[in-house]
C-alpha cells in the first residue's frame, strides 16, 4: 500500500452523448428533449451516479465522474480519444439508463476498452438492466449491474476485484466467465427505501469541481449554470402503472424485481433541502407525486418543510387529483411552491385505456387546477403528450380548445401549457411495449435494433413504434401542428411575449423544412447525397431547439441561480476533511467500512430471479 493505492482511480463514471459521433453527423431528432433541461443529446446524467460516487468513498474508494457529453457539446474541439487515453482507472463504469443513449454509450464503452484493456467496462441503469443479457455479449462489456439502487453492488464489486474474490456473490452482477459464458448472479438487492444514501448528492458534486478543478465534467446539463434547478429524488420506482412508462410500477417489477417504490424519508428530503441551500437559491423540484407514499408521509414531510423556513421555489407534481386540504397544507408550509401535472391528454377515456395519470373526469382535474390557483401556487404547468396509444390525429389536436376552455377561468397567467411526442423511444419493459394488443408496434426490439436506429438521421426513421391510430408520418405531423396551434394560443392570451411566439413560430416552420429536405437528401445517389446534406447541415442545427415550445417557458419565475456564501465554504471544509481522511484509508489498505445492512424487499425466489429476464 502506498501513493499509488491513493491516487489510484478504482471507478470512472462516464456520461455519454446520445450519439457518439454527433458532432460529425446530420441527424433530424425531431423536438424528443423539448420538454427536459438537456438537448438531444442528452447531455444529463442520471442523479445515480452521484450517489454511486458518494457510496463509494464512504467505502474509501476513489471514484470520477467525467460527463462527456456535455464536454463534446462545450467545445466542438474537444477529443474524446484523446481524453479518455489519458484517463487511468480500474474499472469505467457507462451509464445506459435511459436507451436514447444506445449509440453513444456503446460506442464509448467499446473505445475505452480498445485505450484500456486491463480495466474493466461496467455498464448500469434501467435499459442495461433490461438487456442485461445482450449488453454482456459485446465484447468489449465486462459487467452489468442491474436493478434501480447499484451503489452497494458496486462497492461489492470493486471489493471483489481489489481482493480477488469470485464474483458470484456480487449481488444483481452479470458478467461473464474467462471462457466467454455469461453468468447472472441474483438480483437480491432491492432496498426497501432510499434511505442509506444520498442521493442526489449536490454536495458532492459541488465538491469535485474544487477536487479536479473541473465543472464541465459533472455540469448535469448546457443552462444549468445560468438555470440552476435542483431535483429531489421522492422514490425509485412509482406505484403508478401508466402503460407507456418505462418506469412504471410494472416495469420496475420486470427489470428491477421491485414490488413496491423504495421511498426516501421526508427527514432524508429535507435534509437534501438544506445541503441544496448551500449553494442554490434556485428552484427545488420534488420528483414524484409527494404522495404515492401515503398521506402520512406526504403530511410529515410537509410539517418539516415548514420548520425550514425555505424561500427557494419548491415545485411539484401531481398525480391524481387533489383538494382543498391537501393545498392549504402546502400553502402553510412554502411561501413559494409550483405544480407540474401531465394528463396527457383532454380524452378522459383515453386516460383510462392507456391506463394513465388522471384516470377521472375532466371536471376533477379542473377542481385541483383551480384549487392549486387559489392557494397561491406560484405556476402551474400543464404537460401534454403526442404518439399515445389509440390517440388519433383529432384527439391530439383537442388539446388546443382544452386549453382554451381552462384560461376561461383561470386567466392570470399562472397556466401553462406544453405539448411533446413520447420519443424517440417506446421504452421498454412499459405494458404497451411489452404487449402489442395495447396499440403499439415496436420496429425495434433489441438493444442493437436501437442502436443501429439511431444512426438513421431522420425522427421518422428513429422513432421506434406506430400506434394503431397514428403512423409515424402521422405522429410528427400531429407533433408540429398541435404545437403551431397552442402558440398561437399562449401568445393570444398573453402567456407568451411576441418575440417567443415568432421564434416558436419560425423554428417549427424551419425543422419541417429541414426534415424534408434532409430526407430528400438521403433518396438521392452516393456523391450527391452528401453534398446536399453538407449544404443543409448549418441549417439542421439552426432547427433544433424550441420547435414546439421554447426551453425558456420551462424556466421557473424565481430562477435566481447560485449561491456561494458561509454555510457553502463549511460544507466544502467538511468535505476536504473527510476526503482527506478518505486517502488515509486508502492509503492504509483499508476498504470497505460501511456497508449497506438495511432491510430489502426481495419479489420473488431467487430460483426465479435467476434468468428471469422477458428479453435477450
Ligand atoms: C427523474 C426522471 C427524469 C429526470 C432526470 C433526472 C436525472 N438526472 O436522473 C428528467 C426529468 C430530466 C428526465 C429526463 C428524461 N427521461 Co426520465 N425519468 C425520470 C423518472 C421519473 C425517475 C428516475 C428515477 O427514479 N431514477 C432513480 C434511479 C432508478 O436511477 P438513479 O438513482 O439515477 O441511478 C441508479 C440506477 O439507475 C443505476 N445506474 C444508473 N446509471 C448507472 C451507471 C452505472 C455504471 C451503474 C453501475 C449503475 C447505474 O444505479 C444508480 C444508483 O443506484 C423515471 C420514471 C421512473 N419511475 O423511473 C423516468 C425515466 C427514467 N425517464 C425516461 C426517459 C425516456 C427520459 C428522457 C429520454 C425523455 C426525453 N425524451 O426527453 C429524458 C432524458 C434526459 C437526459 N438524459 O438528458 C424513461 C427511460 C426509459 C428507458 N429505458 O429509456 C423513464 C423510465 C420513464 C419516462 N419515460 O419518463 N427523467
Ligand atoms: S409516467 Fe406514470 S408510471 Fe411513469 S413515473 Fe410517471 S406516474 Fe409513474
Same mark, same amino acid.
Given at each position: 500500500m502506498g501513493l499509488r493505492d491513493v491516487t489510484r482511480t478504482d471507478l470512472t463514471l462516464l456520461h455519454a452523448p446520445s450519439v457518439y459521433d454527433f458532432r460529425k453527423r446530420t441527424m433530424m431528432m425531431g423536438p424528443i428533449a423539448d420538454a427536459v433541461p438537456s438537448t438531444d443529446e442528452f447531455e444529463m446524467y442520471p442523479?445515480? +451516479?452521484?450517489?454511486?460516487?458518494?457510496?463509494?468513498?464512504?467505502?474509501?474508494?476513489?471514484?470520477?465522474?467525467?460527463?462527456?457529453?456535455?464536454?463534446?457539446?462545450?467545445?466542438p474541439a474537444f477529443d474524446v480519444v484523446e481524453r479518455l487515453r489519458g484517463m487511468h482507472s480500474v474499472m469505467f463504469g457507462i451509464d445506459l439508463h435511459w436507451?436514447?443513449?444506445?449509440?453513444?454509450?456503446?460506442?464509448?464503452?467499446?473505445?475505452? =476498452?480498445? +485505450?484500456?484493456?486491463?480495466?474493466?467496462?461496467?455498464?448500469?441503469?434501467?435499459?442495461?438492466?433490461?438487456?442485461?443479457?445482450?449488453?454482456?455479449?459485446?465484447?468489449?462489456?465486462?459487467?452489468?449491474?442491474?436493478?434501480?439502487?447499484?451503489?452497494?453492488?458496486?462497492?461489492?464489486? +470493486?471489493?471483489?476485484?481489489?481482493?480477488?474474490?469470485?464474483?458470484?456473490?456480487?449481488?444483481?452482477?452479470?458478467?461473464?466467465?474467462?471462457?466467454?459464458?455469461?453468468?447472472?448472479?441474483?438480483?437480491?438487492?432491492?432496498?426497501g427505501d432510499i434511505d442509506y444514501v444520498n442521493v442526489p448528492d449536490y454536495l458532492y458534486a459541488v465538491m469535485t469541481v474544487f477536487k479536479y478543478r473541473s465543472l464541465e465534467d459533472i455540469a448535469p446539463y448546457a443552462r444549468w449554470l445560468r438555470h440552476p434547478t435542483t431535483m429531489l429524488l421522492g422514490a425509485r420506482g412509482c406505484s403508478?402503472?401508466?402503460?407507456?412508462?418505462?418506469?412504471?410500477?410494472?416495469?420496475?417489477r420486470e427489470i428491477c424485481l421491485r414490488s413496491q417504490?423504495?421511498?426516501?424519508?421526508?427527514?432524508?428530503?429535507? $435534509?437534501?433541502?438544506?445541503?441544496?441551500?448551500?449553494?442554490?437559491?434556485?428552484?427545488?423540484?420534488?420528483i414524484h407525486d409527494p404522495r404515492i407514499g401515503g398521506m402520512p408521509r406526504a403530511e410529515r414531510f410537509f410539517v418539516l418543510l415548514k420548520k425550514e423556513n425555505i424561500t427557494n421555489e419548491m415545485v411539484?407534481?401531481?398525480?391524481?387529483?387533489?383538494?382543498?386540504?391537501?393545498?392549504?397544507?402546502?400553502?402553510? $408550509?412554502?411561501?413559494?411552491?409550483?405544480?407540474?401535472?401531465?394528463?396527457?391528454?383532454? $380524452?378522459?377515456?383515453?386516460?383510462?385505456?392507456?391506463?394513465?395519470?388522471?384516470?377521472?373526469?375532466?371536471?376533477?382535474?379542473? =377542481?385541483?387546477? $383551480?384549487?392549486?390557483?387559489?392557494?397561491?401556487?406560484?405556476? +402551474?404547468?400543464?404537460?401534454?403528450?403526442?404518439?399515445?396509444?389509440?390517440?388519433?390525429?383529432?384527439?391530439?389536436m383537442s388539446v388546443v380548445p382544452y386549453c382554451e376552455h381552462l384560461l376561461k377561468v383561470n386567466e392570470d397567467g399562472r397556466l401553462r401549457f406544453f405539448v411533446s411526442p413520447l420519443g424517440p423511444f417506446l421504452d421498454p419493459g412499459c405494458?404497451?411495449?411489452?404487449?402489442?394488443?395495447?396499440?403499439?408496434?415496436?420496429?425495434?426490439?433489441?438493444?442493437?435494433?436501437?442502436?443501429?436506429?439511431?444512426?438513421?438521421?431522420?425522427?421518422?426513421?428513429?422513432?421506434?413504434?406506430?400506434?394503431?391510430?397514428?403512423?409515424?408520418?402521422?405522429?410528427?405531423?400531429a407533433s408540429y401542428d398541435v404545437a403551431a396551434a397552442l402558440n398561437e394560443l399562449k401568445h393570444r392570451h398573453g402567456l407568451i411575449d411576441n418575440e417567443t411566439f415568432?421564434?416558436?413560430?419560425?423554428?417549427?416552420?424551419?425543422? =419541417?423544412?429541414?426534415?424534408?429536405?434532409?430526407?430528400?437528401?438521403?433518396?438521392?445517389?452516393?456523391?450527391?447525397?452528401?453534398?446536399?446534406?453538407?449544404?443543409?447541415q448549418s441549417k439542421v442545427e439552426g432547427a433544433k431547439m424550441d420547435t414546439l415550445f421554447s426551453k425558456r417557458e420551462l424556466d421557473w419565475p424565481s430562477d435566481e441561480g447560485l449561491r456561494i456564501g458561509g454555510s457553502l465554504l463549511l460544507a466544502l471544509a467538511r468535505g476536504f476533511i473527510r476526503e482527506a481522511a478518505y486517502s488515509a484509508f486508502r492509503a492504509a489498505g483499508r476498504y470497505d467500512t460501511e456497508v449497506y445492512e438495511g432491510t430489502r424487499i426481495p419479489m420473488v425466489p431467487a430460483q426465479v430471479q435467476r434468468g428471469s429476464h422477458p428479453v435477450g
Open positions: 442523479v445515480g +451516479l452521484t450517489s454511486i460516487a458518494t457510496y463509494l468513498g464512504r467505502n474509501h474508494y476513489n471514484v470520477r465522474i467525467v460527463n462527456l457529453a456535455y464536454r463534446m457539446l462545450r467545445d436507451l436514447p443513449h444506445a449509440n453513444g454509450a456503446l460506442a464509448i464503452g467499446e473505445l475505452v =476498452k480498445r +485505450l484500456h484493456p486491463e480495466s474493466y467496462v461496467l455498464y448500469g441503469g434501467l435499459s442495461s438492466s433490461y438487456y442485461h443479457r445482450e449488453l454482456i455479449g459485446y465484447p468489449f462489456v465486462d459487467f452489468v449491474l442491474r436493478g434501480d439502487s447499484t451503489e452497494e453492488p458496486c462497492r461489492q464489486l +470493486l471489493s471483489a476485484l481489489r481482493r480477488g474474490a469470485p464474483l458470484d456473490t456480487v449481488e444483481n452482477l452479470t458478467w461473464k466467465k474467462p471462457t466467454g459464458e455469461a453468468v447472472v448472479n441474483p438480483l437480491t438487492f432491492v432496498p403508478f402503472d401508466c402503460s407507456v412508462c418505462g418506469g412504471s410500477a410494472s416495469a420496475y417504490p423504495a421511498y426516501r424519508s421526508p427527514e432524508r428530503l429535507v $435534509s437534501d433541502i438544506r445541503a441544496i441551500r448551500t449553494f442554490s437559491r434556485g428552484p427545488i423540484m420534488l411539484f407534481e401531481l398525480f391524481s387529483p387533489a383538494g382543498e386540504d391537501f393545498f392549504q397544507m402546502v400553502q402553510r $408550509s412554502v411561501p413559494r411552491w409550483s405544480l407540474e401535472i401531465s394528463i396527457e391528454t383532454p $380524452s378522459e377515456e383515453l386516460r383510462r385505456l392507456d391506463r394513465l395519470k388522471f384516470p377521472v373526469p375532466n371536471a376533477l382535474v379542473e =377542481k385541483t387546477i $383551480s384549487g392549486a390557483l387559489s392557494h397561491g401556487c406560484n405556476r +402551474l404547468d400543464l404537460f401534454f403528450m403526442v404518439g399515445l396509444p389509440h390517440q388519433t390525429y383529432e384527439d391530439v405494458q404497451a411495449f411489452e404487449d402489442p394488443v395495447l396499440g403499439c408496434r415496436s420496429f425495434y426490439r433489441s438493444l442493437e435494433e436501437h442502436r443501429k436506429a439511431l444512426l438513421l438521421q431522420t425522427w421518422r426513421s428513429i422513432l421506434s413504434y406506430e400506434t394503431d391510430a397514428m403512423t409515424r408520418s402521422q405522429i410528427i405531423d415568432r421564434w416558436v413560430a419560425s423554428q417549427q416552420k424551419a425543422a =419541417k423544412e429541414v426534415l424534408r429536405k434532409v430526407e430528400e437528401a438521403l433518396l438521392l445517389p452516393e456523391g450527391e447525397r452528401e453534398r446536399a446534406i453538407e449544404e443543409i
